[in-house]
């Protein structure tokens, strides 16, 4: 059918892929919720953050650099990132694995738990590494389609090793650990055997061109570490600060704020690859022009979601929650986060841009910036306000100065406003539509 042909393309694959990994995830940790002890589902959900946040380095300093000098490039210079990228990813991952070890031999804990974490972190955190160089490489050869494959294969297989075992009444934290291993080992095999990963292109590697990615990766890194602390420093100051009880009642609306990251990765994930082409033929025009397409289609579809959610929210927070979050900030603190969320998608784009045109340095200061706004904002609030508002209405003042330090940044290289980028966004909108409603007559009268 023409009008399905034409709704599954490179945007559509990569908004599944985004959305496949958090809906299995979720779904995996609902399961190991209600059928561990709590002991054992916090052991794992400590060794989950840990993997996590080595993954922050090695997407720092591998991902994102990678993608930028391999996309749109000739078969030898490609050939020679990917093998410096591999070089890369193996010294890093040896880093970390050396740390795990001193860390075993030296910490002696009486907990088998907190044993197997440390013992098992460093295995598993090898076992992940050819899938993800695989899923780098696809997505920068944009090839989403079988980046999808990986991800249902990865978490596939973990979700089908999970329900065996409490089929089987044999899930423990041991056991799941085990399942995380067989998932991602098997992953990672079937990335090497069928090339996906291009471990061979090792012997490609030079000197210059991983230095040249560490260069870049450095800045990457720095990124990462300052926006998982950007996204974390709510919590921890609601925790200094209240009650611990109302930090559930402030984690509700920032986990409901996750189903708006699914289309800006999958929007990110298509238009990294984009960027980087016009980044290499030294088209500016180009760059600037997908950066206010991508930024802008995003930030008009958010609109009237936005709208729809501010409405329902209530609604939506206790038919997912409970009643007992009925009376609760919940409610009116998701109201305040659906105020801002249409410059979620132009900071995120301000900031990926400014990566790829090898300004990574003034990315990380965007992001710093944001979190010294935002730790400032909410001390600031707290103390006047005495309320959780204060930190939901912080978080506003957080992406304003993300936008403004963006813009500043992008418009001493690049020429484009920000009616630009509303203006061409809703066009490609209009457009998209236009030609499913075209296509959609077609069949019609086909018919």
């Excluded at 995996?28 to 919720?33: G, K, R, T, Y």
């Excluded at 760059?287 to 009237?304: E, S």
């Excluded at 729809?308 to 939506?316: E, K, S, T």
Aim: a positive charge.
């Amino acid at each position: 059918m023409p009008i399905v042909n034409k709704l599954i393309n490179k945007h559509t694959i990569s908004l599944a892929t985004n959305a496949a990994m958090p809906v299995i995830g979720m779904l995996v940790l609902s399961l190991m919720a209600h059928n561990l002890s709590t002991a054992e589902f916090g052991n794992y959900i400590f060794l989950l953050i840990s993997i996590l946040l080595a993954d922050t380095f090695r997407n720092g300093f591998v991902q994102t650099s990678l993608i930028k000098f391999y996309a749109g490039t000739n078969k030898q210079t490609a050939a020679e990132v990917a093998g410096s990228a591999w070089y890369i990813g193996i010294i890093q991952t040896l880093v970390f694995v050396g740390i795990d070890t001193i860390v075993y031999f030296v910490y002696r804990s009486k907990t088998p738990d907190v044993e197997t974490t440390i013992q098992w972190f460093g295995i598993i955190y090898i076992t992940t590494l050819p899938g993800a160089i695989a899923s780098y490489i696809l997505q920068a050869e944009e090839k989403f389609g079988r980046m999808l494959i990986l991800q249902l294969i990865n978490q596939g297989l973990f979700l089908i090793f999970i329900l065996g075992l409490i089929f089987t009444r044999q899930i423990s934290f041991q056991t799941a650990v085990y399942a995380y291993f067989a998932g991602s080992a098997i992953t990672s095999l079937f990335s090497i055997f069928n090339g996906w990963s291009k471990i061979k292109a090792i012997r490609f590697r030079t000197n210059k061109t991983a230095r040249k990615l560490a260069h870049f990766g450095k800045y990457s890194v720095g990124t990462s570490i300052s926006s998982y602390l950007l996204r974390s420093s709510d919590t921890f100051i609601i925790k200094l600060m209240f009650n611990p009880a109302l930090l559930a009642v402030y984690y509700i609306p920032q986990r409901l704020m996750e189903v708006f990251e699914i289309p800006m990765r999958a929007g990110v994930a298509t238009a990294l690859p984009e960027l980087s082409a016009a980044v290499h033929k030294g088209d500016e025009e180009n760059v600037a022009r997908i950066m206010k397409r991508y930024a802008g289609m995003l930030t008009v579809a958010l609109i009237p979601i936005a709208i729809v959610a501010f409405l329902l929210a209530q609604f939506v927070i206790v038919l997912l929650f409970g009643k007992q979050y009925h009376e609760t900030e919940a409610v009116n603190i998701f109201r305040l986060f659906m105020c801002y969320v249409m410059l979620m998608p132009i900071d995120r784009f301000f900031g990926i841009t400014l990566d790829i045109i090898n300004k990574p340095h003034l990315n990380m200061l965007k992001v710093i910036i944001m979190l010294v706004v935002n730790v400032a904002g909410d001390f600031i609030g707290i103390w006047l306000f005495h309320s959780l508002y204060a930190v939901a209405i912080a978080s506003l003042f957080t992406f304003f100065s993300g936008v403004i330090f963006g813009y500043i940044a992008l418009k001493k290289h690049l020429k484009f406003t920000i009616r630009d980028i509303f203006s061409l966004g809703w066009q490609e909108i209009k457009t998209v539509v236009n030609n499913l409603l075209e296509k959609s007559n077609t069949e019609k009268h086909e018919v």
